[in-house]
């Protein structure tokens, strides 16, 4: 028969046991153990606390109370013990330095080249696979080969056309003999004097010029310059080996179209477009051509003989043409490209579309 005081007693027991043996358990399935026996369906708690019924009415509040104290108390163990074996879990994996093989992988990122470098890869491919062969030159240049040797000497109005920026160390004249080459064109001087004809040559590298930016100008962008001087070379090599060029890399069905124009290096100097391809000469509203049908896209010319002489060539003997082209405004064309400064910001969302 039970009576209020034995249940009491019992209840206590169950509590006071329970907790002692809640210390000495080592891992979660033992944890799980316990609670079926003192607070799963059969446990030793929740068979007292049913024999709580069993009492005379005006004892059951006592023996409930204690009986729900005694509940809590298990309970509130038993989440300690959890807390505490979850801690030590995870401070031996930590010294254990253990590989959990539970977490997710790390993405591999597929890296690509530049938009940049592949449309100079391609261009050097184009040239290269007629005969040119690709060699780079130094950025810091002097003004001799950035200028004088191309036939554009000190006071020349023709300088205005390179904004430059000069290497802040002087000369025993007193003057700057050194700056951040604005275009690739002193390789033509460096080139020729290094070696007789014939040569072919084609030279991507990057340039620096003085320059606010916006859309369409960078202080630093790349250029290609190529440059072939032999026996016997006429303006009909040059514009065979650039129409070529222009079908490579915007298609065959390209048309090419020659104006007139100045640069002290070349003589004569032209601008060469190819029509538009994205309008197919439809012209009205496109964006590319801005309603020309055509899109310049390089300066060119016969090297002027003044170049030859001033690297020693005989200039009776030897004549030559050169080019020289913006990838970046290329590549601006073949993709669609709004603003040339995207070719500089790094910004994945853009590089991660070529
Ligand atoms: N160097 C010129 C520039 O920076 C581009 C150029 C034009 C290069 C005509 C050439 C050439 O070789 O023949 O604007």
């Not at 209020?4 to 033992?30: F, H, K, W, Y």
């Not at 369906?41 to 409930?64: N, S, V, Y």
């Not at 601008?271 to 964006?287: E, H, K, Q, V």
Request: aromatic share 10%.
């Amino acid at each position: 028969m039970t009576t209020p005081q034995t249940l009491l007693q019992r209840i206590d027991t169950v509590q006071q046991e329970a907790l002692a043996s809640l210390n000495s358990l080592c891992n979660v399935e033992e944890v799980e153990e316990w609670r079926v026996a003192h607070l799963g369906r059969r446990g030793a708690l929740t068979l007292a606390l049913r024999d709580i019924g069993g009492l005379p009415a005006e004892d059951r509040p006592e023996a409930g109370t204690a009986g729900n104290r005694a509940k809590l108390a298990l309970e509130d163990g038993l989440g300690q013990k959890l807390e505490t074996l979850r801690e030590s879990e995870a401070a031996r994996l930590a010294s254990e330095n253990r590989l959990d093989v539970t977490l997710p992988g790390r993405p591999m990122l597929q890296g690509r080249l530049h938009p940049t470098s592949q449309i100079v890869r391609q261009i050097c491919d184009a040239f290269a696979s007629m005969g040119f062969q690709v060699v780079e030159g130094p950025e810091i240049e002097w003004d001799h080969y950035n200028f004088e040797l191309l036939n554009i000497p000190r006071d020349h109005p023709a300088r205005d056309m390179w904004n430059t920026l000069w290497i802040d160390q002087r000369n025993e004249a007193g003057e700057y003999p050194m700056l951040l080459r604005t275009h690739t064109s002193p390789m033509q001087a460096r080139v020729m004097e290094s070696r007789q004809p014939p040569v072919r040559v084609i030279v991507p590298g990057k340039c620096y010029r003085y320059e606010a930016t916006d859309a369409t100008h960078e202080w630093h962008f790349y250029q290609v310059e190529g440059l072939a001087v032999d026996d016997g070379i006429t303006f009909a090599d040059l514009k065979g080996t650039l129409y070529e060029f222009a079908r490579m890399l915007f298609g065959a069905e390209r048309k090419v179209r020659f104006r007139c124009d100045y640069f002290p290096f070349v003589e004569p100097g032209v601008d060469m477009s190819i029509d538009c391809f994205a309008c197919n000469g439809d012209r009205a509203g496109c964006r590319i051509c801005r309603d020309t049908g055509w899109i310049e896209i390089m300066g060119a010319g016969m090297v002027h003989p003044r170049v030859l002489e001033g690297v020693g060539y005989d200039s009776s003997k030897y004549t030559g043409f050169a080019f020289g082209l913006g990838p970046e405004r290329i590549a601006m064309l073949k993709y669609g490209i709004d603003d040339i400064r995207h070719f500089y910001a790094n910004d994945l969302r853009f590089l991660r579309q070529f």
